[in-house]
C-alpha cells in the first residue's frame, strides 16, 4: 500500500464527530496573504480554525493527521451554479432556479428568490464536495418568457446545511442571449432597468398602467440600490459592460459581472470601478456575438490591470462543479499568477459575496472548511483526499462512487451483502 492510501484510509477513519483536529506538515494555501505557507500546522478547535503555524503543540484528545507536505487549501467555491435547485437540468420539474410567466402573469419579480427551494439532500452535493467544492452562491434567471432581473439567490455550504449564510445577491441578464426577454432589442434592457429604477425612487406611482414592479418587488429592488446588496450581471461584449459601468455609476449599485468575456478589453475602467469579473477561462472561443474578442488570457490581462478575478461555469456547471479547477488551471495556463488562480476559487468569491469573515480563506478565527489534495489543486490529475466541514471530515462518497465500486467489485454472494453485477460475467 503506497502511503498516499495509507493516508486517505486513516483519513477516512476519523469519526464524524471530531471538530478537534491538528494538521501537521502541510503546505498551506491560504487563499489570501500570505499566500502559501510551507511545513505548516494547522490547529482546529470547536470547529475553528485556532492556530496556524510550526510544529504547534496537540491538545490532549485531539485527532493528529499528518499531511506529509501535501497541498491543503481553504473548500473551494463552486461557482454559480443550481446544486440544490436543478436535480435533473433536462426535467423542467426539478430545477428551481428558473422563473417565467406564470408567477401571476408579472415577469419582472425581483423578489423571486431560489433560495426557498433548495433541497440540502441534492445527489448533486455529495458529488461536488467530494471533489473539494465545499460552497457555491445559487444563481437566478428567467425562462424564455420571463424577464432580464432573474431574482435572487445566496450562499450555501455544501456541508448539509438548509440555510444560506450570508446576504443575498440580485441576478440580471444583459446583451444578446436576454434579448429575447426585453423586445429583441439590447437598447431596451437600459431602458427597462432605468423604469425599474424610477418605480422604485416613485417616479412611477406604484398603480401605474405602465408599472411593472409589485409592491414586494420595488421592496425588493430597493436594498440593491445606494450601494446595497451585490447584483451579478451576466454580460460577454465589451459595448455593454461600458454601458453597465455607467448604468451602475448612476444608480450607485455594486455590480459584479459574470462571463465577460470581453472583459479585458475594458480592464482599466473595471479596475478604477473595483468591479470583480467572474470569468470562464474554458469559454476561448466566439460562441456568440457578443463573444467575438474571447480569449484564453481573459483572466491574466484583467488580473493585470488590477482586476478582481473569480471562477465561475457555464452550461453544466451544476452537475460539474468539480471543472472548475481546470477552469482556473486554464487561466493559470495562460498567465493568471498561481495564487491568483487560488484565490479566485476562495477568498475572491467569499469576499465579493460577503462571508469572508466566515469562511473562503485559512486564517485563525475561520471556519475550519479545508481540503487536502494529493497534489496540485489546479491540474485536473489532482484529486482531493479529505474534505473538512468545520474541523469535521465528510465521507468521501457519493451516489456516483457508490455506483463505480458496486459495479467493480468482485462476484459476492448475495447472502453477504453482494449486489447484482453491472454485466454477464461473460463480458465483464
Same mark, same amino acid.
Given at each position: /500500500?503506497?502511503?498516499?492510501?495509507?493516508?486517505?484510509?486513516?483519513?477516512?477513519?476519523?469519526?464524524?464527530?471530531?471538530?478537534?483536529?491538528?494538521?501537521?506538515?502541510?503546505?498551506?494555501?491560504?487563499?489570501?496573504?500570505?499566500?502559501?505557507?510551507?511545513?505548516?500546522?494547522?490547529?482546529?478547535? @470547536?470547529?475553528?480554525?485556532? #492556530?496556524?503555524?510550526?510544529?504547534?503543540?496537540?491538545?490532549?484528545?485531539?485527532?493528529?493527521?499528518?499531511?506529509?507536505?501535501?497541498?491543503?487549501?481553504?473548500?473551494?467555491?463552486?461557482?454559480?451554479?443550481?446544486?440544490?435547485?436543478?436535480?435533473?437540468?433536462?426535467?423542467?420539474?426539478?430545477? !428551481?432556479?428558473?422563473?417565467?410567466?406564470?408567477?401571476?402573469?408579472?415577469?419582472?419579480?425581483?423578489?423571486?428568490?431560489?433560495?426557498?427551494?433548495?433541497?440540502?439532500?441534492?445527489?448533486?452535493?455529495?458529488?461536488?464536495?467530494?471533489?473539494?467544492?465545499?460552497?457555491?452562491?445559487?444563481? &437566478?434567471?428567467? !425562462?424564455?418568457?420571463?424577464?432580464?432581473?432573474?431574482?435572487?439567490?445566496?450562499?450555501?455550504?455544501?456541508?448539509?446545511? &438548509?440555510?444560506?449564510?450570508?446576504?443575498?445577491?440580485?441576478?440580471?441578464?444583459?446583451?444578446?442571449?436576454?434579448?429575447?426577454?426585453?423586445?429583441?432589442?439590447?437598447?431596451?434592457?437600459? /431602458?427597462?432597468?432605468? #423604469?425599474?429604477?424610477?418605480?422604485?425612487?416613485?417616479?412611477?406611482?406604484?398603480?401605474?398602467?405602465?408599472?411593472?414592479?409589485?409592491?414586494?418587488?420595488?421592496?425588493?429592488?430597493?436594498?440593491?440600490?445606494?450601494?446595497?446588496?451585490?447584483?451579478?450581471?451576466?454580460?460577454?461584449?465589451?459595448?455593454?459592460?461600458?454601458?453597465?459601468?455607467?448604468?451602475?455609476?448612476?444608480?450607485?449599485?455594486?455590480?459584479?459581472?459574470? @462571463?465577460?468575456?470581453?472583459?479585458?478589453?475594458?480592464?482599466?475602467?473595471?479596475?478604477?470601478?473595483?468591479?470583480?469579473?467572474?470569468?470562464?477561462?474554458?469559454?476561448?472561443?466566439?460562441?456568440?456575438?457578443? #463573444?467575438?474578442? &474571447?480569449?484564453?488570457?481573459?483572466?491574466?490581462?484583467?488580473?493585470?490591470?488590477?482586476?478582481?478575478?473569480?471562477?465561475?461555469?457555464?452550461?453544466?456547471?451544476?452537475?460539474?462543479?468539480?471543472?472548475?479547477?481546470?477552469?482556473?488551471?486554464?487561466?493559470?495556463?495562460?498567465?493568471?499568477?498561481? !495564487?491568483?488562480?487560488?484565490? @479566485?476559487?476562495?477568498?475572491?468569491?467569499?469576499?465579493?459575496?460577503?462571508?469572508?469573515?466566515?469562511?473562503?480563506?485559512?486564517?485563525?478565527?475561520?471556519?475550519?472548511?479545508?481540503?487536502?489534495?494529493?497534489?496540485?489543486?489546479?491540474?485536473?490529475?489532482?484529486?482531493?483526499? #479529505?474534505?473538512?466541514?468545520?474541523?469535521?471530515?465528510?465521507?468521501?462518497?457519493?451516489?456516483?462512487? !457508490?455506483?463505480?465500486?458496486?459495479?467493480?467489485?468482485?462476484?459476492?454472494?448475495?447472502?453477504?451483502?453482494?449486489?447484482?453485477?453491472?454485466?454477464?460475467?461473460?463480458?465483464?
Amino acid at each position: /500500500m503506497t502511503s498516499l492510501a495509507a493516508a486517505v484510509l486513516a483519513l477516512c477513519a476519523i469519526p464524524a464527530t471530531a471538530q478537534e483536529l491538528l494538521i501537521r506538515n502541510a503546505t498551506v494555501h491560504t487563499g489570501t496573504s500570505p499566500a502559501s505557507l510551507t511545513n505548516t500546522d494547522v490547529l482546529v478547535s @470547536g470547529g475553528v480554525i485556532r #492556530q496556524i503555524g510550526a510544529a504547534l503543540t496537540a491538545p490532549a484528545g485531539v485527532r493528529v493527521v499528518d499531511a506529509n507536505e501535501r497541498r491543503l487549501t481553504p473548500a473551494l467555491f463552486g461557482g454559480i451554479t443550481g446544486i440544490g435547485i436543478e436535480e435533473v437540468s433536462g426535467e423542467r420539474s426539478t430545477v !428551481d432556479s428558473r422563473l417565467g410567466l406564470g408567477a401571476a402573469g408579472m415577469p419582472v419579480r425581483p423578489e423571486f428568490d431560489v433560495t426557498l427551494a433548495y433541497n440540502p439532500d441534492s445527489l448533486l452535493i455529495p458529488v461536488a464536495r467530494i471533489e473539494g467544492i465545499g460552497w457555491t452562491l445559487l444563481g &437566478a434567471g428567467s !425562462d424564455s418568457e420571463g424577464s432580464i432581473i432573474g431574482g435572487q439567490g445566496g450562499v450555501f455550504r455544501l456541508d448539509g446545511s &438548509a440555510d444560506p449564510i450570508g446576504p443575498k445577491a440580485l441576478f440580471v441578464d444583459i446583451g444578446a442571449d436576454a434579448a429575447g426577454l426585453s423586445g429583441q432589442s439590447r437598447a431596451a434592457q437600459w /431602458m427597462i432597468l432605468d #423604469q425599474l429604477v424610477d418605480e422604485v425612487r416613485g417616479r412611477i406611482p406604484a398603480d401605474a398602467k405602465a408599472a411593472l414592479l409589485t409592491p414586494a418587488g420595488r421592496k425588493s429592488l430597493a436594498t440593491y440600490l445606494d450601494n446595497g446588496g451585490r447584483v451579478v450581471v451576466a454580460v460577454d461584449r465589451a459595448a455593454d459592460i461600458r454601458q453597465l459601468l455607467r448604468w451602475a455609476a448612476k444608480h450607485k449599485v455594486r455590480i459584479a459581472i459574470l @462571463g465577460g468575456a470581453e472583459a479585458w478589453k475594458l480592464a482599466p475602467q473595471l479596475a478604477a470601478a473595483d468591479v470583480a469579473v467572474f470569468v470562464n477561462p474554458l469559454d476561448t472561443l466566439p460562441s456568440s456575438f457578443d #463573444q467575438i474578442g &474571447a480569449t484564453p488570457e481573459n483572466a491574466a490581462r484583467l488580473a493585470a490591470a488590477g482586476v478582481t478575478v473569480g471562477f465561475s461555469q457555464s452550461g453544466d456547471g451544476s452537475h460539474n462543479a468539480r471543472k472548475i479547477r481546470q477552469a482556473a488551471g486554464n487561466a493559470v495556463a495562460h498567465g493568471l499568477p498561481w !495564487d491568483l488562480g487560488v484565490a @479566485g476559487l476562495t477568498s475572491v468569491p467569499a469576499k465579493i459575496f460577503g462571508v469572508a469573515d466566515t469562511f473562503g480563506s485559512i486564517a485563525v478565527g475561520k471556519r475550519a472548511d479545508m481540503v487536502l489534495w494529493s497534489g496540485d489543486p489546479l491540474e485536473v490529475n489532482a484529486v482531493a483526499t #479529505q474534505v473538512w466541514f468545520d474541523g469535521k471530515p465528510i465521507p468521501m462518497r457519493s451516489r456516483q462512487t !457508490d455506483l463505480r465500486d458496486r459495479y467493480l467489485q468482485p462476484d459476492v454472494p448475495a447472502e453477504r451483502g453482494g449486489l447484482p453485477p453491472a454485466y454477464p460475467a461473460a463480458v465483464r
